[in-house]
């Protein structure tokens, strides 16, 4: 005799029991979400206001919650003020540069391509001057017909705030050993000073931004071997220092 099956009972109820656990589970992960964010932000008044009330919802129990948000990774000292320091720079060498097209404006007026050069550097504006329009050979005194030269050039050098201002003779390498100067040395020093009384008569120049030194032949810029070389080594330069360094310190 067959066995007859027994029917399932049919309940007509549907087993939610999984509800729970799926609940629980998706209320950590919006609370590990608003945690990794809370984390992420500067704002410690925020996190911690998300903080008790979540651990209000958690039955007031102790969880991640309660955990300590990190701290901030602290700032690099060298990085301090960088910005302003970067600004501050870039400001003065912006400065800087417009003065370079002034003189460079001067040149062009006057037509004294052939005898000037500008040169932005490292230590400030370079403006050269070759001495063979300036002096006479184995001489320190300026040409008279180029006294209105260094007034005016002294013009160009009045500046809001002060600038200090270096006067630099250089000479080629031939012996100078005459009844005036034992050296190239001495040569080249008195060219600059010379130039220098001579911009400082100006009324507005004030004396103490200004100084004067001679390299000689020490600091050529071409070779001495040639004609060419020699009068491009013959040389005064005016250097318009900075006020400011790439690091944001004064220059001093």
């Known amino acids: 005799m067959a066995r007859r099956r027994k029917r399932k009972k049919d309940s007509g109820e549907v087993n939610e029991s999984w509800l729970l656990p799926y609940a629980d589970l998706m209320t950590l992960l919006l609370a ?24 209000e919802i958690f039955d007031g129990g102790q969880g991640i919650m309660d955990q300590s948000a990190p701290s901030p990774a602290p700032i690099p000292k060298d990085s301090v003020g960088e910005g302003e320091e970067n600004t501050t720079y870039i400001e003065d060498q ?30 400030g504006l370079l403006v050269t001057i070759r001495d063979s329009i300036l002096f006479n050979p184995g001489k320190a005194d300026i040409k008279p017909e180029y006294f209105p030269l260094a007034d005016e050039l002294s013009e160009l050098l009045v500046f809001d705030p002060p600038r200090h201002i270096v006067v630099t003779g250089h000479t080629d390498d031939v012996p100078m050993n005459n009844n005036e100067f034992s050296s190239n040395w001495e040569l080249s020093v008195m060219r600059a000073v010379n130039f220098l009384k ?11 931004l200004f100084s004067a030194k001679g390299y ?16 491009k080594n013959r040389r005064v330069e005016i250097l318009i220092q900075p006020l400011v360094l790439q690091d944001g310190s004064s220059y001093e």
């Open 94 to 123: 912006k400065s800087l540069s417009e003065i370079q097209n002034r003189v460079d404006e001067y040149i062009a007026v006057y037509e004294l391509e052939n005898q000037f050069e500008t040169t932005m550097t490292d230590e």
């Open 32 to 55: 590990l979400f608003i945690v990794l964010f809370a984390s992420s932000a500067v704002d410690m008044e925020k996190f911690n206001k998300i903080s008790t009330v979540f651990n």
């Open 198 to 208: 001579l911009m400082v008569n100006h009324d507005q120049v004030d004396p103490l």
């Open 216 to 231: 000689g032949e020490f600091q050529p810029i071409a070779s001495n071997e040639t004609a060419e070389g020699r009068n």
